[in-house]
């Protein structure tokens, strides 16, 4: 009870359990993290998302591709587990760390004459796979939270992610376009994942949000009245 005898509470969720709901999360919803062109994901279901091939000129049924990202583990503020030096950990913010699959299926056209290439496939608009090339990259990330509340007890947070970081790649420009693009790919799906506030609950008590939620000492932290 405060001196202006308005009841006030605090409500968190530790950075385990919230590490315990997003492999929950993601485990029974993979196709969130796993995501393909027709040749990759026939159609999504529970382990994938399909997508479409990027479109490009002179490549009949575009380019097909994979994307697939490990779960992820996340590390809230203060930090426990290293991070490269190019990230710093920010006050109130959480690190990130997972690895990402990337996957194109390498094709080649056929030659006007009717010639067949190695691996090409019989029908040029086919979906069907050439010589597959993936790479797998470890991520590093930091960012902060995202939340909303209605003031009457309802709301989500989110986990946004700030920057991303990935080691011994070169040259840096082309590390610079990987970061973006995986910073962009892991953000969209990290957004797929709303952490009620009825989860920040205080006893059997529903927390009504006044301050936060914002993250300290290993913990997501709210403060509010039931």
């Not at 690190?95 to 699959?101: D, F, I, M, W």
């Not at 496939?121 to 930091?142: H, I, M, Q, R, Y």
């Not at 205080?202 to 403060?223: M, S």
Request: charged share 20%; net charge negative; aromatic share 6%.
């Amino acid at each position: 009870m405060s001196l202006t005898q308005v009841q006030h509470v605090f409500a968190s969720i530790h950075e385990s359990a919230l590490n315990d709901m997003l492999r929950a999360f993601f485990t029974a919803r993979p196709r969130y993290l796993r995501y393909g062109s027709p040749a990759f994901v026939a159609a999504t279901n529970v382990t994938a998302t399909q997508m479409a091939a990027i479109a490009f000129p002179g490549l009949p049924g575009g380019i097909d591709w994979a994307v697939r990202f490990e779960l992820p583990r996340v590390d809230l503020f203060k930090q426990t587990d290293p991070l490269p030096p190019q990230l710093t950990l920010p006050l109130g913010g959480f690190a990130l760390r997972t690895s990402v699959e990337l996957c194109i299926n390498c094709v080649k056209r056929r030659d006007d004459r009717g010639n067949d290439h190695p691996n090409d496939p019989k029908d040029p608009k086919a979906n069907s796979l050439g010589e597959v090339t993936c790479t797998k990259l470890g991520v590093f990330a930091v960012g902060h939270l995202d939340s909303w509340n209605d003031g009457s007890g309802n709301g989500e947070i989110r986990l946004r992610l700030d920057a991303v970081e990935l080691v011994d790649i070169t040259p840096d420009s082309l590390e610079s376009v990987l970061e973006c693009l995986i910073r962009m790919l892991l953000d969209a799906a990290l957004s797929q994942v709303h952490l009620p506030l009825q989860a920040l609950r205080a006893g059997a008590f529903k927390l009504i949000v006044a301050q936060g939620p914002l993250i300290d000492d290993d913990q997501v932290l709210a403060r509010g009245n039931v």
